[in-house]
């Protein structure tokens, strides 16, 4: 499987799943964190819980020794990236393990200079929405140009924010199989949102993979919200997730029924 010195060293499958608390309350969030328990360390927290709870609720993750993705898809004029970035609260910034960005090469610059020396977060550029298809690019765009596709401005946006030393891509469907072919000699993270397992909806995910197709696709990291979320049993839903990762990581069978009892 991929290998990148962004990535922890013997990364489990259990690490690779991460939660989306998409929530509009942190008790509501704080509650599906116990009810995981130690099977889930990894947690994305976007504006929908950021927006209702603020930097508490990332207090409380790291408190509870849980990794963070602050997806906050910044996108402005330089300064105002570098600046904001650098008003992280001190003993969450570089602590945070991932964080999104949405612009082109400027912005990775200034997303950089705003870690202030620090390592982390990593950034994440946004290639496209895994809720946005061709027609809505093109719709975007004001184009009817077919030339103009979803593959086109991932790919460019990937080759820009990458070569701006962005340590990560947001990608989903079949973008990030596209990603590892075009850009197999660089060193960089892929993190899949739109994750749904075998039988789920897809909800407003337009290009969505199952936990194990995305793995094998290259995929690094998973987001899985609503799957789990509003299961009728998060930890089961988590676990079974957790196993259809391990299954790709080893090459076992996706119908395989052999559970996966790793966790953080």
Known sequence: ???????????????RLIVALDFDTEADAENLVNALGETVCFYK???QLFLGAGWSVLRFLLDNKKKVFLDLKINDIEATVRSAINNIPKGISGNIELL???????TVKAAKAGRNGN????LLMITALSSIDDSDIRDIYLTSDEHITTSAIVKLRAERALE?????????GESVKELRESFKDRDFIIVTPGIRPVGAGKDDHKRSLT?????????????????????DNPLKTAKEIIS?????????????????????
Do not use: F
Not at 119 to 122: E, G, N
Not at 165 to 170: A, N, P, R, S
């Open 1 to 15: 499987m991929h290998k990148s010195k962004y990535l922890p060293d013997n990364i489990k499958a259990s690490d």
């Open 45 to 47: 927290v976007g504006w």
């Open 100 to 106: 999104t960005i949405h612009g082109n090469g400027p």
């Open 119 to 122: 390592a982390k977060p990593y």
């Open 164 to 172: 701006a030393g962005c340590e990560g891509l947001i990608a989903s």
């Open 211 to 231: 936990p194990y197709e995305a793995i094998q696709s290259g995929s690094d990291y998973l987001v899985v919200g609503r799957p789990i979320t509003r299961s």
């Open 244 to 264: 259809d990762i391990e299954k790709a990581l080893t090459g076992a069978e996706a119908n395989s029924s052999t559970p996966s009892h790793e966790s953080c």
